[in-house]
């Protein structure tokens, strides 16, 4: 696909700051969108302002879209009553938008907490039973089941980026598995928007690391490569004092999100 105008949710946030000046490049009007302030519009840049729990302003942000990167919404975990606009209204808001604009293809920024609460001993495939491992973890799982529904209803192709950790650098062990590094993260959502065939693709957001408990063959359409590895940090994390490995958050895949809650 050519894109004429892609939208970036989530602009001001982390990811989207790092995604933001590649997506430039990637279409002939790049639409930046947040409820944080987003800075000027640079070059070929739209900055809109906007709730993605608010249906009628999601509306006209989706306008001439063909293309969403959706990093936008709730990224840790909290209370329910948070989650519930961005994560579970602003899903629906958006795919609801996209059906009625014809756009073409959303990536859709998942989590590895929509599996978190696997254990570190499975070594699991996108077809694998999802298990989420907080309230956070359950609206990445609502994402993916919104957008498998658009594309069997709909025909609207979407890729799941399920990441592990996306940061300047891994910050504790489990991350010497979980990361992404920003390059890898580029490529990654690169080929999700420009591959060819789509459909509903699920695909594990994680560097070449060591001990991967992630298989990704089954988004082999995408034709993505992951370059970076954690191995010019392993040195440094393990030399950082030893966790106690019977611990739910040292035994499960999405590590301490498994502890959080209740929150009521
Ligand atoms: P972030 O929290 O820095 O960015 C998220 C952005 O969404 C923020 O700028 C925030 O203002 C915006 N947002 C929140 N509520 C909103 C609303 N109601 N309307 C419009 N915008 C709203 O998070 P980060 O790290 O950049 O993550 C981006 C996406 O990737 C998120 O969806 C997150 O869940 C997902 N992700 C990130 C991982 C990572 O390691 N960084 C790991 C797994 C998933």
């Known amino acids: 696909p050519k894109y004429e105008r892609l939208l970036l949710t989530g602009a001001a946030g982390m990811l989207g700051q790092v995604l933001?000046?590649?997506?430039?490049?990637?279409?002939?009007?790049?639409?930046?969108?947040?409820?944080?302030?987003?800075?000027?519009?640079?070059?070929?840049?739209?900055?809109?302002?906007?709730?993605?729990?608010?249906?009628?302003?999601?509306?006209?942000?989706?306008?001439?879209?063909?293309?969403?990167?959706?990093?936008?919404?709730?990224?840790?975990?909290?209370?329910?009553?948070?989650?519930?606009?961005?994560n579970i209204e602003g899903v629906y808001n958006l795919y609801e938008s996209a059906r009625i604009q014809g756009t073409k293809r959303i990536v859709f920024a998942s989590s590895n907490h929509a599996i978190g609460f696997r254990k570190r001993t499975e070594r699991i495939d996108a077809d694998d039973p999802v298990r989420p491992d907080s309230l956070y973890g359950v609206s990445k799982v609502f994402g993916e089941a919104m957008s498998r529904f658009y594309f069997d209803r709909y025909g609207i192709e979407s890729v799941c980026l399920r990441i592990g950790s996306s940061l300047p650098e891994p910050k504790d062990r489990r991350m010497l598995v979980t990361y992404l590094s920003f390059d890898d993260l580029i490529t990654l959502v690169q080929r999700s928007l420009f591959a060819e065939k789509a459909d509903h693709t699920i695909v594990f957001g994680a560097s070449a690391n060591r001990d991967s408990w992630w298989d990704n063959s089954k988004a082999a359409n995408l034709g993505w490569t992951p370059k970076d590895n954690t191995e010019p940090f392993r040195a440094k994390k393990e030399a950082e004092p030893p966790v106690d490995s019977t611990k739910p958050e040292h035994i499960h895949q999405g590590g301490v999100y498994v502890t959080f809650g209740p929150y009521e």
């Not at 279409?27 to 302002?49: K, M, Q």
């Open 20 to 86: 933001r000046p590649a997506m430039r490049t990637w279409a002939t009007h790049l639409r930046v969108s947040d409820i944080e302030p987003l800075g000027p519009a640079v070059g070929n840049e739209e900055c809109v302002t906007c709730d993605l729990a608010d249906e009628g302003a999601v509306r006209v942000l989706m306008d001439g879209v063909d293309g969403v990167v959706h990093m936008g919404g709730i990224s840790v975990d909290k209370p329910w009553r948070t989650i519930v606009g961005p």
